[in-house]
């Protein structure tokens, strides 16, 4: 622990791979193919006019859900890891007494100032891997936002420091917090304090310039597969008649 850890050009893969997957496989991620999917099927179904009577519910299935999520694990994957793997790595180490928590949506991304996104300028990605032992992932600008690093060393959290990185996994966690150590009571305090309501991703979507292009994007690819064949394979509504 008095040496920085320097990853090999293997373990750099393997590491940042893992990372990725770590990222997609979670139920957080599965619910944003959700939205993301029902965001698709109710908006397509205004802008194609889906020759189905309105008062028939259009929701993706179960099965829908779990195909779409596997199928984007599958594509991104490995350009998630690629943009990882581009970053400085680096193995941070707890000096307190508490031991850093996982969950069922153990990536954390913390944001500086830019944005929270994998690619955002100065994002700092963090994943526990042990109670003792968190590997992070950032670049200069991120670097310097963390104030107990030394590139001659590993970067050290402080009991404060890991107290906020356990705070942040029980913000992201879905169903699971996941210590060894009995301090449960300590976690639903927690809970209580970090509650708050997430903007649906349809809020999130039709609030941005991005709409306009999702909605060029989507026309064009109604153009390969007609909208009401896509929307019907993959909803509640599959039985229903056409009007």
Not at 117 to 145: M, R
Request: hydrophobic share 35%; aromatic share 8%; glycine share 6%.
């Amino acid at each position: 622990k008095s040496k920085p850890y320097v990853f090999d050009r293997e373990r750099r893969d393997a590491i940042s791979l893992f990372i990725s997957l770590q990222m997609l496989r979670s139920l957080e991620s599965r619910k944003q193919f959700e939205e993301g999917l029902q965001f698709f099927v109710d908006q397509g179904r205004t802008i194609s006019k889906l020759p189905i009577s309105d008062t028939v519910t259009l929701k993706i299935t179960t099965e829908a859900i779990k195909v779409d999520h596997v199928a984007g694990i599958s594509r991104n994957l490995i350009e998630f890891g690629d943009i990882i793997r581009k970053k400085t790595l680096l193995v941070g180490f707890r000096l307190g007494n508490d031991c850093f928590w996982t969950s069922d949506n153990p990536v954390l991304v913390m944001d500086t100032g830019h944005g929270n996104g994998l690619e955002s300028l100065g994002a700092i990605i963090l994943l526990p891997v042990s109670p003792e032992t968190v590997v992070i992932a950032t670049d200069t600008v991120g670097i310097k936002h963390l104030d107990s690093l030394s590139l001659k060393g590993p970067v050290r959290f402080s009991a404060k420091e890991t107290d906020r990185l356990n705070n942040m996994q029980v913000w992201s966690a879905v169903r699971q917090v996941i210590s060894n150590q009995n301090k449960f009571k300590k976690v639903l305090k927690k809970i209580d304090r970090n509650y708050y309501a997430k903007p649906s991703r349809t809020e999130t979507i039709q609030s941005t310039e991005f709409y306009a292009e999702w909605k060029e994007n989507f026309l064009k690819a109604c153009e390969e597969e007609p909208f009401e064949e896509w929307c019907l394979k993959r909803t509640s509504g599959q039985d229903a008649r056409l009007t």
